[in-house]
């Protein structure tokens, strides 16, 4: 991860410094918190949504050619039939990547090695559905981006219209964890909860990206994330169930894995540090009856019913 470029629009989002002061290049030095530069350290160690799939490209704007992480491609074939045209019109890929001479990101020339490329993907039997498939990538709003850094500046114009919003710091979050940029996902993640000390989904995916390399630091977030998912409301219910048994399932196999105690219940601290209630400990309804099987998340939904309670959206 050599030259960690990135939007100088962060920045500005999450500091709400004037553009003529931030710098054109910004380091990961100008993101505030420690967890950024952390899992750079690690990065090893950190999970990534997609495999690596390197490709060329030339940046339209510099001139400079380079190879850059396209991350998953998706191939909008059925609009290609429609329309016709060359097919690199019809691609969209999650890769984060920015030029490393320029820091400009979006105005890209492919090579024919590429080009090659996606002929051979259009007429494989065997397509590798990690790395490419026949789809349409778009975010929660419908927005289509090409890549990665069009989906960051989709949702940072977003921010800056409403630079408190939650929802819209984790979405791009989850942007920048597609991209292969966990820096900036932490980073993203982390100012959602500065917005929303609630923000569930945030302490699901901070939990995930330290899980290997700090998991007592991953015990926290997920413990978070159990005391705040009966506030949520930002997902429907079944959706808020799946991702409460994901992170119940991480938050077992690290019991498992580890020599120290480790609690499944969040204690009375972590309810008082997000503000809430502690759950009174004499109700019947509290008490889970049932068997769990590690890395089957389905065999956590019953409990994971049991601690949302009354969150998600009815």
Request: one cysteine or more; hydrophobic letters at 40%; glycine letters at 6%.
């Amino acid at each position: 991860m050599s030259k960690l470029h990135f939007n100088p629009l962060l920045i500005q989002a999450m500091s709400d410094q004037p553009s003529h002061v931030i710098k054109e290049c910004p380091s990961l030095s100008d993101l505030p918190g420690k967890l950024p530069k952390q899992i750079i350290q690690n990065v090893s160690q950190v999970p990534r949504k997609f495999p690596k799939n390197d490709v060329v490209f030339v940046c339209k704007i510099c001139k400079k050619r380079g190879r850059y992480d396209a991350g998953h491609i998706s191939i909008n074939l059925e609009g290609h039939k429609q329309a016709g045209g060359t097919i690199k019109n019809y691609i969209q890929m999650t890769g984060y990547f920015r030029c490393k001479q320029c820091n400009s990101a979006g105005e890209w020339g492919t090579t024919q090695d590429f080009e090659m490329r996606l002929m051979g993907m259009l007429i494989s039997m065997n397509m590798d559905e990690s790395v490419v498939t026949y789809s349409i990538h778009q975010l929660f709003d419908g927005f289509q981006p090409r890549y990665g850094t069009e989906a960051e500046e989709h949702l940072l114009q977003k921010i800056l219209e409403k630079p408190a919003d939650a929802f819209l710091w984790n979405r791009l979050g989850n942007a920048y964890f597609a991209g292969a940029r966990p820096d900036l996902a932490a980073a993203a993640f982390e100012h959602s909860l500065v917005c929303d000390l609630l923000q569930m989904e945030s302490y699901f995916s901070l939990g995930m990206l330290v899980e290997e390399f700090d998991p007592a630091l991953a015990v926290r977030f997920y413990h978070k994330m159990i005391a705040a998912a009966p506030y949520y409301t930002e997902m429907k219910n079944s959706a808020l169930k799946e991702l409460l048994a994901a992170g119940l399932n991480n938050l077992f196999n690290i019991k498992v894995s580890s020599e120290q105690e480790v609690a499944i219940l969040p204690g009375e601290d972590i309810y008082e540090e997000l503000g809430i209630e502690f759950p009174s400990a004499d109700r019947k309804a509290d008490v889970y009856e049932g068997t769990i099987e590690l890395d089957n998340v389905e065999s956590f939904y019953p409990l994971a019913k049991l601690l949302m309670k009354n969150g998600g959206k009815k």
